[in-house]
């Protein structure tokens, strides 16, 4: 008799929810260490066990399907277990960055229409509990669980971790206790009502109008990518993966964790990015894989100690990185794959495998994966552009988002449900995609996308500023820099840290401008209708820093390309 084969963990699409995918691999990995958290060390069948308690927790303290549940924990075991008990009892999370400001942190609770709050009290010089009652006294001075805030108006718990309760405000100790008599058969019951077409995450993302939106996403399209990503990237269950991508991102979501997980691997945490530290997690516990933007590998490789590492354990992080060159890895059988992707399409929506030919993966952006549909149109018309003709990209597909929240679906899709990116590319006669770029003003700085809009909008109103406009300008690590360049105001005498301080105030660090550059109205190129023309401002901004030879974030700016260097 012949014996039929199980199918591969993964492959049954009835499967694509954050509850089932944690059974599965958690039937599949159980004793196998899941993560290591500054001498903690949890395996795949406690990581199970922590989230079906708080998944408990949660429905006692009356978390139904749909409800939008708040994340605002770094990266830890924590913010694991609560996204994992959210998505099983069919919640909807919302993650915030550690990095938000009190007023940005406030725009996504308010318009995600967030009911539960989970919080990390403080993160180095923050205090994150602090901030919410001082902004929002109602809090403070509201009995737990009657939380009647105006600003906040479907707010109505929040539980603070490690954390003693003040007012509305109650601690994890207090959550758990609102499980106790639930039963783990109704946790069972509710995560098999959830399906991989229901909303899982809301993922706020900087656009090119100003306010981030809301990215709605199932639980289908972060599932899907975690398989994926296990499979472009060649992961076993003998990886022990590094990464300094941030939970509260898609990246740090699907790249880092999710993508561990469907590997069988171990997951080496940090909460902040700090070289020092990092590098010693990293050579202590033998990672083989590290997930870092470019910053922080140049940052990990020109720390003080790392000459003196041991890193040979590293094998699969790109080769052309600082860090890569420090370890001695050998780019030939592995690499990052040539992808592309966007927070709409929960990341990748073309790539190739990290072992496929080098010469591919070092001259495309990947091939749509399956489920995937792109095209190149007109960004005039609409109209698809033959192969190799350049024009903007356009996706649709299993992983792309519902929409954006509190935005109506036609608004954002087009008739045929494809998206517009905002991005220029082709496709070549074989099918691979070759992307060249924005085709808006979109900065992309650090791996994190920030819109000029939002810095605009702050400084419109200011008196001493006759005008102001946010440029990207290129830099070797980052990948761009933002940077001002504002006119001041008749008789007005505007300090470049005046903006600075004022700017920092209401945005988050990775969004402040580099540089404030001072210009006069004659060296504004405009169009016919007084429209600044961004192009010619952003080289005007790049020759400004070349003739200043200044320095930013570890690159000095020079007249002659060649004569740019690193310091």
Excluded at 10 to 20: I, V
Excluded at 86 to 100: D, E, Q, Y
Excluded at 157 to 164: I, M
Excluded at 317 to 346: I, R
Aim: proline share 7%; aromatic share 6%.
């Amino acid at each position: 008799m012949t014996e039929v084969s199980e199918p591969p963990i993964g492959s049954d699409p009835t499967r694509l929810t954050l509850g089932r995918f944690l059974i599965d691999v958690t039937d599949a990995y159980a004793e196998r260490e899941a993560i290591v958290f500054e001498g903690e060390r949890l395996d795949y069948a406690e990581i199970r066990r922590e989230s079906v308690e708080i998944a408990r927790a949660l429905v006692g303290a009356g978390v139904v399907k749909g409800a939008r549940v708040a994340l605002l924990l770094p990266n830890r075991p924590e913010w694991i277990t609560a996204a994992f008990a959210v998505g099983m009892i069919g919640g909807v999370s919302v993650p915030i960055s550690t990095l938000a400001t009190p007023a940005e942190r406030e725009q996504v609770l308010r318009h995600s229409d967030a009911a539960f709050l989970l919080v990390q009290p403080s993160l180095l010089s923050r205090n994150y509990l602090e901030e919410l009652t001082d902004r929002h006294p109602e809090i403070a001075a509201s009995a737990p669980g009657r939380i009647r805030c105006p600003a906040l108006p479907q707010l109505r718990k929040v539980f603070a971790l490690n954390g003693p309760g003040r007012g509305a405000i109650q601690s994890f100790d207090e959550l758990r206790e609102l499980g106790r008599d639930v039963p783990e058969e109704l946790i069972d019951e509710l995560v098999m009502e959830v399906e991989p077409s229901d909303d899982a995450f809301v993922i706020y993302t900087s656009g090119s109008t100003g306010l981030p939106k809301g990215v709605i996403h199932r639980h289908r399209a972060a599932v899907t990518q975690f398989w994926r990503f296990a499979e472009q990237f060649r992961l076993d269950g003998d990886e022990r993966v590094f990464s300094a991508q941030p939970f509260f991102w898609t990246a740090g979501i699907s790249m880092t964790l999710g993508c561990t997980f469907a590997s069988g691997g171990t997951l080496l945490l940090q909460q902040v990015f700090e070289p020092g530290e990092a590098l010693d997690l990293i050579e202590s516990e033998r990672a083989t894989v590290a997930f870092v933007w470019a910053h922080q590998s140049h940052a990990l490789a020109e720390h003080p100690t790392a000459k003196g590492r041991n890193l040979t354990s590293l094998r699969k992080v790109s080769s052309e990185s600082p860090l890569g060159k420090l370890a001695g890895v050998d780019g030939k059988d592995w690499s990052p794959g040539a992808s592309f992707g966007l927070t709409e399409t929960f990341t990748i929506c073309s790539s190739i495998p990290s072992d496929s030919d080098p010469t591919l993966r070092g001259s495309t952006h990947g091939r749509p994966l399956p489920g995937m549909e792109i095209r190149i149109v007109d960004p005039d018309t609409g109209a698809t552009l033959p192969d190799g003709e350049p024009g903007e990209i356009e996706v649709r597909g299993v992983t792309l988002m519902r929409g954006y929240h509190k935005i109506d679906v036609e608004d954002v899709l087009g008739p045929e449900g494809f998206f517009a990116t905002s991005d220029g590319g082709n496709l070549d006669a074989k099918g691979y995609l070759h992307w060249t770029g924005r085709l808006g003003d979109l900065i992309k700085t650090g791996g994190a996308n920030v819109s000029p809009a939002e810095i605009e909008r702050l400084l419109d109103p200011r008196a001493d500023l006759h005008t102001a406009r946010a440029v990207g300008v290129p830099h070797p690590t980052l990948g761009e820099i933002v940077v001002v360049c504002a006119v001041p105001a008749p008789d007005a005498d505007p300090s470049e840290a005046e903006l600075r301080a004022f700017l920092k105030d209401h945005l988050s660090a990775y969004k402040l401008p580099r540089r404030t550059l001072f210009l006069t109205e004659a060296e504004l190129d405009l169009t016919a209708n007084n429209k600044i023309r961004l192009e010619p401002l952003r080289e005007a901004a790049l020759r400004r820093l070349q003739a200043e030879e200044a320095e930013i974030a570890g690159h000095r700016y020079r007249a002659d390309a060649e004569g740019s260097e690193r310091t």
